[in-house]
T-cell receptor, first 113, second 114 residues
Framework: NAGVTQTPKFQVLKTGQSMTLQCAQD?????MSWYRQDPGMGLRLIHY???????DQGEVPNGYNVSRSTTEDFPLRLLSAAPSQTSVYFC????????????FGPGTRLTVT | DAKTTQPTSMDCAEGRAANLPCNHSTISGNEYVYWYRQIHSQGPQYIIH???NNETNEMASLIITEDRKSSTLILPHATLRDTAVYYC???????????????FGTGTRLTVIP
């Protein structure tokens, strides 16, 4: 299994540009989520999904959109990038049973100038 | 959700046990204690979790006090590769409200010294 994969690894945007961060998992996990991590801080939940067609907001959802059309994919869209969205973004997925541990992707480092 | 308090940083000599404390004095009866770690520039990695009893797996041991207000993560023989930020997280049971959210604080930065 590849686990949780994210693309791109690095991205530089200008203010106002839009882009989509991709996240995919091959573990057939129903739950997927997006976090952002700013320097020296812990992770903050942006959006999450409990299954295809179902999404919900986390702690810091403003400026981000998500959709979940398949079990495998959970893209994060920035509609109009702002410098405050400069951060490292992590996607995660988890099982619906057992230890409930989350599996995290390697992250996308985004800079908005 | 109950929140946690951890020391900002700790050092441990290579080969010795690393004991990472966590205070969660407001934990409620159906909330679990989870530990994750984040090695520099990587995504967080699950280590272990528990409810009331002490737990052990191939990575670590988790000791939870009888009143559940604090816990300790033990890495029995720390190696240089254990240098990371360790997060102690309290979360509700899977079927409870808020179970989908993991609240990551700033964690404990553990440095394993050769």
């Amino acid at each position: 299994n590849a686990g949780v994969t994210q693309t791109p690894k690095f991205q530089v945007l200008k203010t106002g540009q839009s882009m989509t961060l991709q996240c995919a998992q091959d573990m057939n996990h129903e739950y997927m989520s997006w976090y952002r991590q700013d320097p020296g801080m812990g992770l903050r939940l942006i959006h999450y999904s409990v299954g295809a067609g179902i999404t919900d907001q986390g702690e810091v959802p403003n400026g981000y959109n998500v959709s979940r059309s398949t079990t495998e994919d959970f893209p994060l869209r920035l509609l109009s990038a702002a410098p405050s969205q400069t951060s490292v973004y992590f996607c995660a997925s988890r099982t619906t049973s057992g230890a409930y541990e989350q599996y995290f992707g390697p992250g996308t480092r985004l800079t908005v100038t | 959700d109950a929140k946690t308090t951890q020391p900002t940083s700790m050092d441990c000599a290579e080969g010795r046990a690393a004991n990472l404390p966590c205070n969660h004095s407001t934990i409620s009866g159906n909330e679990y204690v989870y530990w994750y770690r984040q090695i520099h520039s990587q995504g967080p990695q699950y280590i272990i979790h528990g409810l009331k009893n002490n737990e052990t797996n191939e990575m670590a041991s988790l000791i939870i006090t009888e009143d559940r207000k604090s816990s300790t993560l033990i890495l029995p023989h720390a190696t240089l590769r254990d240098t990371a930020v360790y997060y102690c997280i309290v979360r509700p049971a899977p079927d409870q409200t808020g179970a989908n959210n993991l609240f990551f604080g700033t964690g404990t930065r553990l440095t394993v010294i050769p």
